[in-house]
């Protein structure tokens, strides 16, 4: 079966870094996304990994590691709008995207 | 651009009532999709369309159906509604192609089935 797995909720302060990670176990694998969906809202795209290593996007760095099925999202200088939960989706093998149930974020001051 | 539409936002129905949502994309998007998603668990892909006049069973498609006539259109049935059936419905999509696929969604439908 496909499973993808993260944590379900961290706590992080504000202006601190926080690593969210997600482990993976697809039918084939044609990359992996990360979205944002605040509360009540529809999920926002961050960033996308499709060979190894660190992809870096302002505040936001994704890592992929396919030999470990392996990917985390960086957070940095954590702000209170970063409260949210973010998605993990890997693309299989039949180019449907497989979901993890997402991980809540609590920033607090 | 308004980018993915979704009409209506909340709905709440009676058991055995059916419904039609409505999705719709000024994106000229070949793939389009329909979500649910429930407290806890990720976003399961109900149908989806990889172009007009085309349509396919996701991973929990019992209980619904999609039309998609229109390519910027992609319209999820509910012919008879459960109470399994409450949940946020989000439509996405895609321009297609295999080498990135990024979605783009709707602001979703609440729908509650009492």
């Known amino acids: 079966g496909q499973n993808i797995d993260q944590p379900t909720e961290m706590t992080a302060t504000e202006g601190a870094i926080v690593q969210i990670n997600c482990t993976y176990q697809t039918s084939g694998f044609n990359g992996l996304f990360w979205y944002q969906q605040h509360a009540g809202e529809a999920p926002t795209f961050l960033s996308y990994n499709v060979l190894d290593g660190l992809e870096e996007k302002g505040r936001f760095s994704s890592f992929l590691s396919r030999s470990k099925g392996y990917?985390?999202?960086l957070l940095k200088e954590l702000q209170m709008k970063d409260s949210a939960s973010?998605?993990?989706?890997?693309?299989d093998s039949n180019?449907?995207?497989i979901w993890g149930a997402g991980t809540k974020l609590i920033i607090k001051p | 651009n308004a980018g993915v539409t979704q009409t209506p936002?909340?709905?709440?129905?009676k058991t055995g009532q059916s419904m039609t949502l409505l999705c719709a994309q000024d994106m000229n998007h070949e793939y389009m999709y329909w979500y649910r998603q429930d407290p806890g668990m990720g976003l399961r892909l109900i149908h989806y369309s990889v172009g007009e006049g085309t349509t396919a069973k996701g991973e929990v498609p019992d209980g619904y159906n999609v039309?998609?006539?229109k390519k910027q259109n992609?319209?999820?049935?509910?012919?008879?509604?459960?109470?399994?059936?409450?949940?946020?419905?989000?439509c996405a999509s895609a321009s297609g192609g295999a080498d990135y696929n990024e979605q783009f969604f709707g602001?979703?439908?609440?729908?509650?089935?009492?």
């Open chain 2, 9 to 13: 936002k909340f709905r709440v129905l």
């Open chain 1, 86 to 91: 973010y998605l993990c989706a890997v693309l």
């Open chain 1, 71 to 73: 990917s985390y999202l």
């Open chain 2, 107 to 114: 602001p979703g439908t609440r729908l509650t089935v009492l």
């Open chain 2, 74 to 90: 992609f319209l999820l049935g509910l012919e008879s509604a459960a109470p399994s059936q409450t949940s946020v419905y989000f």
């Open chain 2, 67 to 69: 039309s998609r006539l």
């Open chain 1, 95 to 97: 180019y449907q995207l």
